[in-house]
């Protein structure tokens, strides 16, 4: 079974950087859509960003500060988060769509099958 565990959260000054990890186990070589996601208390789970096939998408609120890489060599997905605003407080979660790359790469948190268990990023003002 394909494994997920993020690592990186913590508590951060605004405007401070965090570099979020997501360490994947369970199958060699992944080709499918991978993403970081978001919840904050009371809202709805919420892609940050994406990648897939060297392509990326960005949430609008993020756009700029936040860099989304992975390591194939490593199995390892990376968010790199700087100028980080309270807003931006909430339980991160990485994500794998399907193992194969299936031509799309849904921003919907429902259709990805396999998640981690989530880090907390808090950021005070």
């Known amino acids: 079974a394909v494994q997920l565990v993020e690592s990186g959260g913590g508590l951060v000054q605004a405007g401070g950087s965090l570099r979020l990890s997501c360490a994947i186990s369970?199958?060699?070589?992944?080709?499918?859509?991978m993403g970081w996601f978001r919840q904050a208390p009371g809202k709805e789970r919420e892609a940050v960003a994406t990648?897939?096939?060297?392509?990326?998408y960005y949430a609008d609120a993020v756009k700029g500060p936040f860099t989304i890489s992975q390591d194939n060599a490593e199995n390892t997905l990376y968010l790199q988060m700087n100028s980080l605003k309270p807003e931006d407080t909430a339980m991160y979660y990485c994500?794998?769509?399907?193992?194969?790359?299936?031509?799309?790469?849904?921003?919907?948190?429902?259709?990805?099958?396999?998640w981690g268990q989530g880090t907390q990023v808090t950021v005070s003002s």
């Open positions: 994500a794998v769509d399907r193992i194969f790359w299936r031509g799309v790469c849904p921003k919907s948190a429902a259709d990805f099958v396999h």
């Open positions: 990648i897939v096939t060297g392509s990326t």
């Open positions: 369970g199958y060699t070589r992944i080709t499918g859509c």
